[in-house]
C-alpha cells in the first residue's frame, strides 16, 4: 500500500474501482455568496488544478534556466514539488488542493496529454527513411550502445540480487529497467537537442540516426517481453497479444497511412489542410490509445504508431505540429509531471540497502551506457570529445521513461521508494549531462578563417560565386535584378547557389536538399523564377544551381554557412526581414528570419549582402521613337555611400563591378569628416586607396559621379544623405559598420532596432527617411581572429 502526503492510502488507478467522491452531484457551484465551497465540486479544482501546475513548473523553468537546464528538469522538479516531497506533506495542502477523488481527473489528463506528445512526436519522425539510410556508424553506435548496458546491468545485478526488493529482483524487472537503461527514445531527445540548437550539427544528426536505430529496437523488444509476459501462465495469451498487435500495426499502415497520404493530395499546394482532417486525426489518438490500452501494448503505443503513419512535414504534419503543439507541451504535459510528481515520494526511500543497491544497478547501466557510445564512437575516428558529447547526449532521459515507471507501477515491478528513486535517477542524468554537453561541445562552427573570399579581394576575370538565400517567390524579383546589375559576362560569370530557407515544422530531421541531384517531395517554389532568369541570360554569363535547407530558425545559419564555405561563395546574400518597410515592399516575413541574420553576420565565411526589397530597382527608358513604334531599355540608378571601413570598401568594390554594366548610373559619395577629426590611420589609408584606384579606374565614364561631403557629426551625416533622396534613385548600397568613423555617426545610437544593418543602414531602411528604392547593405568577410 501506498500513502499520499495526507497519510492516505493510495494505489495505481487500475485498482481503484470505487472512488469515494465528496462533490455535490453538481460539477459546479452557485456561488461562495450562496454559503458554497468552490473547491467542493469537481470543475472548479480541476482549474485550480492546472492553473496551479502550469505557474509552478514555469516558475521552476524560469528560476533554472540561468543553469543551462532543459525543459524537461525543470517540469519534472515542478512535479515533484507539487507531490508529497514537498508541498504535498502538508496534509492542508494536499487535503485542499489535491484529494483523493479530485486528483483522479488529474491523471486521466495528464496520461491524455503523454499520448498526444508521443502522437505528435511520431509525426516528426521519419522512422524507415532514417534507418534505411543511416549508415554503418549510427548502426553499430545503436547496437553496442544497447548491448554493453544490458551486460553490465545483468553482471552487477548478480552481485546485489539479495539486496533488491523482491519486487524488482526478478528476470523481468531487471530485464526491462536494463533496456529501460540502454536505450534513449527520440521522443526524449529531440526536445532537449532542439533547445540545445544541436539539430544541424554533425552530432545532432548522428544522435539523431542513432535514437531511430535504438527506437525501432526499443519497439521490437518492448512488444516480444509483453507477448512473452502475457504468455508466462498461458502461451495463447501471448499469441492473441501479437496478433492483436500485428492487426493494429497492420490498420494504421494499410488503411490510415493511405487516408493521410489522400488528405495531402486533395490539399492543394500552399493552402492549409482542412481543419476537419485533423479533428479526426486528433480522435484517432483516442482510440488507437483505447485500443493499445485494451491488447495490454501500453497506452503510448498506439498514439506513437499512428504518428509515425503521419506523413511529416507541410502539409499535413506542418498542420498538426502547428495546432496542437503549444497546448500539449505548454498546458496538458505539466498536468502528466504533476501526475509523476504525486507518486514521487522521497521521504518514502528509508531502506537503504536496498535504494542503495538500485541506485547502483541504474549508475553502472548509465556508465554502460556512456562507454557503449564511446567505444564505437572512437573506432569510427570521432574525435574524443565529441565522442563524449555524443555519449552524453544519448545518455539523457525524459518523458518515455517517467511513463515506464508509471507502466511498471500499475504492474508493481515498482513500489513508491523505488519509482522515485528511478524518478530521481531520471533528473539527475538530465540535470549534469545536459551543461556537460553545453560546455564540451562548441555549438558554432569555425566558419571563419583565414583565406580571403570577398569581392575587393577576387581575382580579375575569375567567376563571381554568390549564395543567395530565398524565403519565398518574392525574393526571387529583387535578387534576379541584382544579379543582372551585377554585370554579369564571359569574362566574370557569376555562379548562382539559389539557397530556399524553410522552417523546419512538422518534422524532426533537418534536410537539405539539391534539386538538381536528387528527386524529393519538396518542391523550389522559386526554382522556375530563376530557371527562367537563367535561359534569357547568356548561358556563359550566369549559371544557376538550385537547392533547399529545412532547418530550425535558431541554426539555419549553420547550413547556409556550411554550404558557402563547401562552395567556396564569395558573397552571401539575405532578405531583410521586416514584415513592411514604410508602407513598401515585403509584407509577411517570419520574425525569426531577422535571427538568421543576424546569426550569418556573425559567422559568415564570406562576404554578407542584406537586401531589402521595395520592388524592381530598375526602370525602362525610352531611347527613339520610329514608325514601327519605340525601342527600350533597362536603366539602373544605384547610390553608394560610402563612409569608410572595410565595409564600405567591399561595398564600393560590388559597385565597381556594376558600373562596368552599360545601363547601370552609379553615384557614389564619400563621407569625411571636417578636418580628419576621429579617423583612424589604417582604415583611411586604405580608403584613399581603394578610392583613388576607383575614380582612375572610371574616370572617363559619364555614368559614373563621385561626390565628397565633409560632416561634423551624425546629424549632418544624415542631413547629407537624406538631401539625395528624391526617388531619383533605384537601388542604395552601403557598408554595414566595420571600420566607420565614429565621428561620422556620432549621435545615432537610437537607430539600433536592427543591428545586421548597421546605424546608416537602419536609418535608410526606416520609414523615417521615406526611400522607396531597394537597399543592400554590406559586411566584408570577417577573418579568423579579426
Excluded at 559619364?702 to 547629407?720: D, I, Q
Aim: glycine share 8%; with cysteine; charged share 15%.
Amino acid at each position: 500500500m501506498e500513502k499520499t502526503s495526507g497519510g492516505k492510502p493510495l494505489e495505481p488507478l487500475h485498482d481503484r474501482y470505487n472512488i469515494t467522491c465528496r462533490w455535490a452531484n453538481r460539477p459546479h457551484p452557485f456561488g461562495i455568496f450562496y454559503g458554497e465551497n468552490p473547491l467542493d465540486y469537481s470543475f472548479p479544482l480541476v482549474l485550480l488544478q492546472i492553473s496551479t501546475v502550469v505557474l509552478i513548473t514555469r516558475a521552476v523553468r524560469f528560476l533554472l534556466k540561468p543553469l543551462k537546464q532543459p525543459r524537461i528538469v525543470s517540469e519534472i522538479i515542478g512535479g515533484i514539488i507539487i507531490g508529497p516531497s514537498v508541498l504535498g506533506r502538508s496534509e492542508k495542502f494536499s487535503g485542499w488542493l489535491f484529494p483523493d477523488e479530485g486528483v483522479f481527473v488529474l491523471r486521466n489528463v495528464g496520461v491524455m496529454a503523454m499520448m498526444y506528445f508521443l502522437f505528435v512526436s511520431g509525426v516528426k519522425m521519419d522512422l524507415i527513411n532514417s534507418v534505411s539510410k543511416s549508415g554503418k556508424k549510427p548502426l553499430f553506435i545503436a547496437i553496442f550502445g544497447v548491448l554493453l548496458p544490458m551486460g553490465t546491468v545483468a553482471s552487477i545485478a548478480v552481485f546485489v540480487w539479495k539486496f533488491l526488493d523482491k519486487d524488482i529482483a526478478r528476470i523481468a524487472p531487471l530485464t526491462a529497467i536494463a533496456l529501460n537503461l540502454s536505450i534513449t527514445a527520440f521522443p526524449v531527445l529531440y526536445p532537449i537537442l532542439k533547445e540545445l540548437n544541436l539539430l544541424n550539427s554533425e552530432i545532432g544528426r548522428l544522435a539523431m540516426s542513432t535514437l531511430m536505430i535504438c527506437d525501432l529496437i526499443g519497439y521490437i523488444v518492448f512488444v516480444l517481453s509483453e507477448a512473452a509476459r502475457q504468455g508466462k501462465t498461458n502461451h495463447w495469451k501471448g499469441l492473441w497479444f501479437m496478433i492483436s498487435v500485428f492487426v493494429l500495426l497492420a490498420f494504421i499502415v494499410w488503411v490510415l497511412r493511405p487516408l493521410a497520404l489522400w488528405v495531402v493530395r486533395q490539399t492543394p499546394e500552399g493552402k492549409p489542410v482542412d481543419q476537419l482532417y485533423v479533428t479526426f486525426i486528433m480522435l484517432g489518438v483516442l482510440v488507437t490509445g483505447f485500443i493499445s490500452d485494451f491488447i495490454g501494448v501500453s497506452i503510448g503505443n498506439g498514439p506513437l504508431w499512428l504518428g509515425l503513419a503521419m506523413p511529416d512535414g507541410p502539409p499535413l504534419g506542418a498542420a498538426i505540429v502547428e495546432r496542437s503543439e503549444t497546448v500539449i507541451n505548454d498546458l496538458l504535459m505539466p498536468l502528466f509531471f504533476a501526475y509523476v510528481g504525486l507518486y514521487t515520494d522521497v521521504f518514502s526511500m528509508t531502506d537503504f540497502s536496498t535504494m542503495g543497491s538500485l541506485f547502483v544497478i541504474m549508475l553502472v547501466g548509465y556508465i554502460g551506457r556512456l562507454f557503449g557510445t564511446l567505444l564505437p564512437s572512437l573506432y569510427f575516428d570521432l574525435p574524443l570529445r565529441e565522442g563524449l558529447v555524443l555519449s552524453l547526449v544519448l545518455s539523457l532521459r525524459g518523458q518515455l521513461e517517467l511513463l515506464l515507471f508509471i507502466h511498471w507501477m500499475d504492474y508493481k515491478f515498482l513500489k513508491t521508494s523505488t519509482f522515485t528513486v528511478m524518478v530521481l535517477s531520471t533528473v539527475m542524468v538530465t540535470a549534469i549531462g545536459t551543461p556537460l554537453v553545453k560546455i564540451l561541445y562548441k555549438q558554432t562552427r569555425p566558419y571563419i578563417n583565414k583565406k580571403r573570399r570577398t569581392i575587393q579581394h577576387a581575382q580579375p576575370g575569375s567567376e563571381l560565386p554568390i549564395v543567395a538565400c530565398l524565403h519565398d517567390k518574392e525574393s526571387v524579383a529583387a535578387l534576379t535584378n541584382l544579379v543582372e546589375a551585377s554585370n554579369p559576362t564571359s569574362y566574370s560569370p557569376i555562379v548562382i547557389y539559389a539557397l530556399h530557407l524553410v522552417e523546419l515544422v512538422g518534422r524532426a530531421t533537418p534536410m537539405f536538399i539539391a534539386h538538381d541531384q536528387i528527386s524529393t517531395g519538396f518542391k523550389f517554389k522559386a526554382s522556375s523564377a530563376f530557371r527562367m532568369f537563367e535561359h534569357t541570360s547568356r548561358p556563359d554569363h550566369v549559371k544557376i544551381n538550385s537547392f533547399t535547407t529545412v532547418s530550425p530558425y535558431a541554426t539555419m545559419y549553420q547550413d547556409i554557412c556550411e554550404f558557402a564555405l563547401e562552395k567556396n561563395a564569395s558573397l552571401i546574400v539575405i532578405p531583410f526581414h521586416k514584415e513592411r518597410l514604410g508602407g513598401h515592399g515585403q509584407i509577411g516575413l517570419h520574425r525569426g528570419v531577422q535571427q538568421v541574420s543576424s546569426n550569418v553576420v556573425a559567422h559568415a565565411p564570406c562576404s554578407v549582402g542584406i537586401l531589402v526589397d521595395r520592388g524592381p530597382f530598375r526602370r525602362t527608358v525610352l531611347l527613339s521613337r520610329s514608325v514601327r513604334g519605340a525601342s527600350q531599355q533597362t536603366q539602373y540608378h544605384i547610390a553608394v555611400l560610402f563612409l569608410g571601413g572595410a565595409d564600405a570598401r567591399e561595398a564600393l568594390a560590388y559597385a565597381d563591378r556594376m558600373a562596368g554594366n552599360p545601363n547601370v548610373n552609379l553615384t557614389v559619395v564619400r563621407f569625411l569628416s571636417n578636418n580628419n577629426e576621429g579617423d583612424i590611420a589604417m582604415e583611411k589609408k586604405l580608403d584613399d586607396g581603394l578610392v583613388t584606384w576607383f575614380w582612375v579606374k572610371n574616370e572617363q565614364n559619364v555614368r559614373v559621379v563621385y561626390k565628397e561631403v565633409v560632416v561634423r557629426n551624425g546629424a549632418e551625416t544624415l542631413a547629407a544623405i537624406q538631401a539625395m533622396n528624391a526617388n531619383s534613385y533605384d537601388l542604395w548600397i552601403m557598408g554595414r559598420q566595420m571600420g566607420i568613423n565614429p565621428v561620422l555617426v556620432q549621435g545615432l545610437s537610437q537607430w539600433s532596432d536592427n543591428l545586421e544593418m548597421g546605424v546608416i543602414g537602419e536609418y535608410v531602411t526606416s520609414s523615417d527617411f521615406g526611400c522607396t528604392a531597394s537597399i543592400l547593405v554590406v559586411q566584408q568577410q570577417v577573418l579568423s581572429g579579426a
